[in-house]
């Protein structure tokens, strides 16, 4: 058994699964991520979409768990 805690810190390879206006949510095992659209990139984003695929790999830094929603918080800014 595994902790919500496990990968928080880690840099990690994980999976597009969507992307919504606001970032994109990211898979790795059976854990969910969200990356916002502020933590993508430093320079301005006008549509994830055409920016990212679902399936695509990224390489994201865990930065926490948000209990109240059951996900990861990420970041693949500066990576």
Known sequence: ????????????????????????????ASKTILVLIVDVRNQPIDDLRKEYKLGEEVVVRVLRYVDEYKLYKGTIKDL
């Open 1 to 28: 058994m595994t902790s919500n805690a496990d990968i928080v810190g880690k840099t990690i390879t994980a999976h597009v699964t969507r992307v919504e206006e606001y970032g994109l949510y990211l898979a790795h």
